[in-house]
């Protein structure tokens, strides 16, 4: 089988959702600005990890805030 044949084969490659995402994408995933997500993290209610000088949010961090938050919500 040649190289071309080969490649007509090949299943196409999936699509990979890094595990953390930039401010500003932690933003449009919240549905808030990204001035309003710095001062989440500031606050110690998103929680997110530096690499280097950037800031990253674990993807699931942004589903769990929204879980936290909602439980806050919804106490008498």
Do not use: H, N, W
């Not at 280097?52 to 806050?72: H, M, N, T, Y």
């Amino acid at each position: 089988m040649s190289a071309t044949q080969r490649r007509l084969v090949t299943p196409p490659a999936r699509s990979i959702e890094p595990l953390l995402v930039g401010v500003r994408e932690a933003a449009t995933l919240l549905g808030l600005g990204r001035d309003a997500t710095y001062q989440l993290i500031r606050d110690g209610r998103l929680r997110s990890v530096s690499v280097g000088r950037k800031r990253l949010i674990p993807r699931q961090e942004c589903q769990s805030f929204i879980e936290r938050e909602a439980g806050r919500d919804s106490r008498p």
